[in-house]
């Protein structure tokens, strides 16, 4: 979800209560009750009526979800589950742009539940495959091997500015390696575009290939949710309040999305076949971490830019602080609003 890129410095201290024993008698085993203040439960019931109002929710939302799998991973280790306790906290390191200092602190919990669980080895390092020595060398004796480096990686930073009337927030930033193949991008977790007011939120959805998107009607008024932008086409059909429907998101591509009912209601979905990636903020500002060094191909979208702008960039073993990237604001209003058919709407849906 996005927006700032997610700048947390989390201090989370679980209380864990144990319960009581029966007086008197021997004991019997219990496995604790499950603490109240944990939920799964998106999207949170904060009122939105501002621009300001999105930008609050979905950071609360962001932290809401880093704060359940961080802290339901740890109740499940103290209680056995060790499989329960890896799959959360993986899902939680593949959180595009997680704080350091949470990936520090659930890192060496990670492994060690994963040891428990009886999970191979190999999982719990991935080096990189030992090179095969030149034809006619000597192979070297085992206690002279040395294990390779642990790749580092580093932040790029900066700021987007363009985008005219609307200015540069929301732009979509994100990065190709062009010096040697790059990973492939995780798809995202609990991704949910909600449609309120007659409004999509947020507005701009960045995600990586293969993501699935959940919509959600939250009104008190049937929505429906379509976009004619292939190959990511498709509609959600008419929903009532409370419905849901789901998407999976398999080609890279910026997908407009419309309802057939309000023609007024418009956002988008920016789909990227990269692993760094980011939204910027409302003031241009946009963050993305974990980025190995290397040469990239910087490309950054906006919806009021007629084209997408490219740059070439070179991130060393500090980084790149300081990113200047401008985007246009030349691109002209459509003609019409198209219904799901693409075809111009008629007068009296168009409210």
Known sequence: MTKNRHRWSL???????????AGGRARAAEAPAEPGWLGDDLPLPLAVKTPQDIGFKSAAERQYLI?????????????GDYAGATGKWETLLRIPGLDPQIEQAVRPLLTDARARAGQPAARLEQPAAEPPAAEGAAAAEPHERVAP???????????VTGGGPA??????IWLKRLDERGPRPTPAQNQIVTQREKTFLPHVLAIPVGTSVQFRNDDR??????SIAKPNDFDGGIRATGATYVKTFSHPGVVQLL?????????????????YYAKAQASGAFTIRNVPPGRYDLSAWHEAASTVTHKTITVGPEGHRELAVTVGGDKRPAPFVPDKYG????PQLGY
């Open 11 to 21: 201090g989370v201290v679980l209380a864990l209560v144990c319960g009581a024993a």
């Open 67 to 79: 704060f359940n799998l961080m802290a339901g991973g740890k109740l499940a280790f103290d209680r």
């Open 149 to 159: 480096p642990r790749r580092t990686t580093t932040t790029v930073s900066g700021s």
């Open 167 to 172: 200015g540069p927030g929301g732009a979509v």
């Open 221 to 226: 008024i049937y929505h429906n949710v379509f």
């Open 259 to 275: 309802c057939n009912i309000h023609a007024t209601m418009n956002a988008y979905v920016v789909v990227v076949d990269s692993p």
């Open 343 to 346: 075809h111009k709407r008629q």
